[in-house]
């Protein structure tokens, strides 16, 4: 039987499908009719971004730890070798991204012929335009008599009606009543009007809030998000970013810091705002107003996990008081009119508690910002030392000295000789010396 799983952000949708995926792998192995498959993949989870994906493999691996389940992750960015030999030598459950799916499955590396499950996490998003004909594909390499699960926190009805299409007879199940909200109740929801150029500011300002730990910021292009991230480190807060123009490897490492307590602010684009749950964020801040309702959702859905509390803060630009006005509405958010706030409004201090005098900026990050630069001018002083100019300089010293030693009488030998003439040069000609 397939199933549409429709449930709100940090419910446990990965628990939910995971545990269900593991059983049944592990019942029909059991039984005769379904022989071994000799190491090729029983189970199949698609996921719309490299870091989910990671993030649902993580999970899979520690829920089947004890069932000596196989779960291979496979995503781009990385090297395909250590993927190869992995799928070579035998896994029970493929977690991965569609792009690298499909060019493995083009390779003849990736044999989905025994595929038992299948479950497409984010459900919305896979079916997306953008993502439609590879699932199309991938589902083409699957048997026909899989099971199949759609989960998702939001699912619009086009997305619906299309999911009933490639599914078969799927049940249809949500996780709370048809009159509660997207939005997580225990997150506290606040939307502020506030000036672009300001907006560093009042993020530097909310992030040592009395209740602020660690924080989510998001931006909604790759360039704003590169961009706040460095502000906020030149002010002297730990944070990092994540989006499309850092490398994998980046992007892992920024995540690895963040659930490490190594950071405590992450900016990021919308890449990070599906299904990643990192414990303990205590805010979540939309620097730019999102596209769409369903965008909001998943962003603040990264607060007020598994029954936690959370604050979410949406600062939105004059250009964007529409786009806002049509996410309340069909959020059906009820959040007071948007107040024109700066990062010194005394509401933006009570509403987030923030400690009165607080400053853009931490204490002592300006003396280190003036030593890191001044250690930057002794190195750049240095290389000028060492190339251009200066090395010309430093030659036509060593060659005036020893034009001037060749021409001193105790070079000559005997050490008796003509007497010393002195050179006088005049716009760079010699001028003969006729006193003599």
Not at 125 to 137: A, H, S, T, V, Y
Not at 159 to 178: C, M
Not at 343 to 348: A, I, Q, R, T
Request: glycine letters at 8%.
């Amino acid at each position: 039987m397939d199933l549409i799983g429709q449930a709100r952000t940090g419910t446990g949708k990965t628990l939910a499908f995971g545990t269900t995926l593991l059983h049944r792998i592990t019942a029909l192995a059991e039984t005769a009719a379904h022989p071994p498959t000799h190491g090729k993949p029983r189970a199949l989870v698609v996921a719309p971004t490299r870091e989910l994906a990671l993030q649902v493999s993580r999970d899979l691996s520690v829920a089947g730890a004890k069932l000596k389940t196989r779960v291979l992750t496979i995503y781009g960015g990385t090297s395909y070798d250590e993927q190869l030999d992995t799928l070579s030598s035998g896994v029970d459950v493929v977690v991965g991204t569609p792009g690298r799916l499909l060019d493995l499955l083009n390779r003849r590396a990736l044999d989905l012929t025994k595929i038992q499950v299948l479950v497409l996490d984010e459900a919305d998003e896979m079916l997306d335009l953008g993502f439609l004909p590879d699932i199309e594909r991938l589902l083409a390499a699957t048997p026909k008599h899989r099971q199949t699960l759609l989960f998702s926190a939001t699912m619009p009805a086009p997305i619906l009606t299309l999911a009933r299409a490639t599914l078969n007879r799927p049940v249809n199940i949500r996780a709370e009543g048809s009159d509660a909200k997207a939005t997580v109740p225990d997150t506290k929801q606040y939307a502020y009007q506030a000036h672009n150029l300001d907006k560093p500011e009042i993020v530097a300002r909310i992030a040592q809030g009395r209740d602020t730990s660690k924080m989510m910021v998001f931006c909604r292009t790759k360039r704003n998000a590169q961009r706040l991230t460095d502000e906020l480190v030149d002010r002297g807060f730990p944070a990092a970013a994540i989006h499309g123009d850092l490398n994998q490897a980046a992007r892992e490492r920024a995540l690895k810091k963040f659930r490490a307590d190594t950071i405590t602010i992450l900016v990021a684009t919308d890449v990070a705002a599906r299904g990643i749950d990192i414990t303990g964020v205590s805010h979540v801040i939309n620097y730019e107003c999102p596209d769409t309702a369903n965008t909001y959702v998943h962003r603040i859905g990264r607060t007020g996990r598994a029954g936690q509390k959370g604050v979410s803060v949406t600062l939105v630009d004059w250009a964007d008081v529409t786009r806002w006005k049509v996410i309340d509405k069909e959020l059906d958010l009820n959040l007071p009119p948007l107040v024109e706030t700066y990062s010194s409004s005394p509401h933006l201090f009570s509403d987030l508690d923030i400690p009165e005098g607080t400053r853009g900026r931490l204490p002592g990050a300006k003396r280190a910002e003036r030593k890191e630069r001044s250690d930057g001018d002794r190195h750049t002083d240095r290389g000028s030392r060492d190339s251009g100019d200066g090395g010309r300089r430093r030659r036509s010293r060593r060659n005036s000295s020893t034009e001037a030693a060749g021409d001193h009488p105790r070079s000559e030998a005997g050490g008796a000789g003509k007497p010393r003439r002195r050179r006088r040069r005049r716009a760079g000609v010699e001028v003969r010396d006729t006193s003599q």
